[in-house]
């Protein structure tokens, strides 16, 4: 089975969504039950890992992009060094930029710098605003969370089910 490329939003698929708060130093990263092995499952399976996520602290300015980039080589490390690429939208909403989700920016962004199929490529997040760029790109989508997303082609109670979803049978 060979997929082209898996986009996983980071707070709350790949470490701990702090609620009413950021991540904001790597003192605060904790990383999501089942995603480290996950991650060495996928990368035989995906040509490239990328993450594609929504950072508005840079834009309120709680945190300098080059903190950023670093909490973001953590969490890398911290899982397997299987993600070759991060995208951000630093931006609020009301900076009406074409990166923040629920847009496609970040998306389009990354088949900049890679070789994306869509058509065989996967999503995987925690909120609508994740799968609704997907969903419109083509994209597979996997919600992580209760109740119904209607964007989802798969909803999963937990990261730590998210290997049922790839494996055979």
């Known amino acids: 089975m060979?997929?082209?490329t898996l986009f996983l939003d980071r707070d709350g698929v790949i470490n701990r969504k702090i609620d009413d708060g950021y991540v904001?130093?790597?003192?605060?990263?904790?990383?999501?039950p089942g995603i480290k092995d996950f991650l060495a499952m996928?990368?035989?399976?995906?040509?490239?890992?990328?993450?594609v996520t929504n950072q508005r602290c840079v834009g309120r300015k709680m945190l300098k992009e080059e903190e950023l980039l670093s909490i973001h080589k953590d969490i890398n490390d911290r899982t397997g060094n299987f993600i070759n690429d991060f995208f951000f939208c630093p931006h609020l909403d009301e900076d009406q930029?074409?990166?923040?989700?629920?847009?496609?920016g970040l998306f389009l962004k990354a088949a900049e710098n890679y070789a994306v199929d869509f058509s065989r490529s996967w999503m995987i997040?925690?909120?609508?605003?994740?799968?609704?760029?997907?969903?419109n790109?083509?994209?597979?989508t996997i919600y992580i969370g209760a109740g119904i997303n209607s964007c989802a082609d798969y909803t999963l109670a937990s990261t730590n089910d998210i290997c049922t979803v790839f494996l055979p049978g």
Request: with cysteine.
């Open 42 to 51: 996928a990368n035989n399976m995906f040509l490239q890992i990328v993450v």
């Open 97 to 104: 930029c074409d990166c923040r989700k629920p847009k496609d």
């Open 24 to 32: 904001l130093k790597t003192e605060d990263i904790q990383i999501m």
């Open 125 to 135: 997040g925690d909120s609508v605003s994740d799968l609704i760029p997907a969903k």
């Open 137 to 140: 790109l083509g994209i597979k």
């Open 2 to 4: 060979s997929f082209n």
